[in-house]
């Protein structure tokens, strides 16, 4: 079991930025490739990035390359969504998610095992 908590979510303006940190706890971070899922109202959970058990694959939606980081710190048990350039369309709740890193970097949320409550994101226009 792994337990995830996401923070760093809130309200900016388009342009701006925001860090989004999920701390993982429970079992040894490095064991899982983590995920970084967006779901707006009314829309399906939809993938955003994921970062390989040791950082160093990485893979993004199409939206979020050239504008999102995804990166992690196993030290740390923590892996963070770098946000630049937010777009009013970014507007969503953000989670973070975890499955073992023998499944590779999947980007299909029915294959993640571990999920956070979320955080809010706000983009104004």
């Known amino acids: 079991q792994v337990q995830l908590v996401e923070s760093g979510g809130g309200l900016v303006q388009a342009g701006g930025s925001l860090r989004l940190s999920c701390a993982a706890s429970g079992r040894t971070f490095s064991r899982y490739t983590m995920g970084w899922f967006r779901q707006a109202p009314g829309e399906e959970r939809e993938f955003v990035a994921a970062?390989?058990?040791?950082?160093?694959?990485?893979d993004y939606t199409d939206s979020a390359k050239g504008r999102f980081t995804i990166s992690r710190d196993n030290a740390k048990n923590t892996v963070y969504l770098q946000m630049n350039g937010l777009k009013p369309e970014d507007t969503a709740v953000y989670f973070c998610?975890?499955?073992?890193?023998?499944?590779?970097?999947?980007?299909?949320?029915?294959?993640?095992?571990?999920w956070g409550q979320g955080t809010q994101v706000t983009v104004s226009s």
């Open positions: 998610a975890a499955v073992d890193r023998s499944y590779g970097i999947p980007r299909l949320a029915s294959s993640y095992d571990y």
């Open positions: 970062i390989s058990w040791n950082g160093v694959n990485t």
